[in-house]
T-cell receptor, first 114, second 115 residues
Framework: DQQVKQNSPSLSVQEGRISILNCDYT??????FLWYKKYPAEGPTFLIS?????DKNEDGRFTVFLNKSAKHLSLHIVPSQPGDSAVYFC?????????????FGGGTRVLVKP | DTGVSQDPRHKITKRGQNVTFRCDPISEHNRLYWYRQTLGQGPEFLTYFQNEAQLEKSRLLSDRFSAERPKGSFSTLEIQRTEQGDSAMYLC?????????????FGPGTRLTVT
């Protein structure tokens, strides 16, 4: 049972344009969501998070949107840069339950073309 | 930079051997997590510690796996009698759980190959 899904395995975008990554979840107990970026042979790097009491959180070029009724979140990267080429993982947790363990999606590989 | 560190970065072992990995978390973090990632998948939760107490273990963590966090500082993950299915990237993360947020910071991982 995959509780967090990233349905697009890959995304290609031109430098300077917007990258939009999507994530869906099924567990209504999830109330905290995070995005991570991962380069090959490295651990995931934390990018941005959002609590379920908000519907938007912005940090520089990264914005996360949360639609609780649809159980859907998205990450917008604008403008996209070649260094953004990586695999992006969406993760979810239920704060206060089971130590806030993260449940990850399968990842979306982003390629930003110069 | 005092991020999460893991040692070794790579380990090749023969089936049936025991291996041990170490994780040093960010010093002020009270929570430490172990995850496992196989090719093409997202990381999967294995276990976590609040200070020195191991508070939850995933069903993925068979009885061949054991983790410790003595004195609430570094942690070790031991796999006994390794099997080829244990080949994966083992990731450690730490966090300072606060009300309303819990950003987990990951180390570089230990890639285990069982031949």
């Amino acid at each position: 049972d995959q509780q967090v899904k990233q349905n697009s395995p890959s995304l290609s975008v031109q430098e300077g344009r917007i990258s939009i990554l999507n994530c869906d979840y099924t567990n209504s107990m999830f109330d905290y969501f995070l995005w991570y970026k991962k380069y090959p042979a490295e651990g995931p790097t934390f990018l941005i998070s959002i609590s379920s009491i908000k519907d938007k959180n912005e940090d520089g070029r990264f914005t996360v949107f949360l639609n609780k009724s649809a159980k859907h979140l998205s990450l917008h990267i604008v403008p996209s840069q070649p260094g953004d080429s990586a695999v992006y993982f969406c993760a979810a947790s239920a704060l206060g339950a089971a130590g806030n363990k993260l449940t990850f999606g399968g990842g979306t590989r982003v390629l930003v073309k110069p | 930079d005092t991020g999460v560190s893991q040692d070794p970065r790579h380990k090749i072992t023969k089936r049936g051997q025991n291996v041990t990995f170490r994780c040093d978390p960010i010093s002020e973090h009270n929570r430490l997590y172990w995850y496992r990632q196989t090719l093409g998948q997202g990381p999967e939760f294995l276990t976590y510690f609040q200070n020195e107490a191991q508070l939850e273990k995933s069903r993925l963590l068979s009885d061949r796996f054991s983790a410790e966090r003595p004195k609430g500082s570094f942690s070790t993950l031991e796999i006994q009698r390794t099997e080829q299915g244990d080949s994966a990237m083992y990731l450690c993360a730490s966090s300072l759980a606060l009300r309303g947020s819990d950003e987990q910071y990951f180390g570089p991982g230990t890639r285990l190959t069982v031949t």
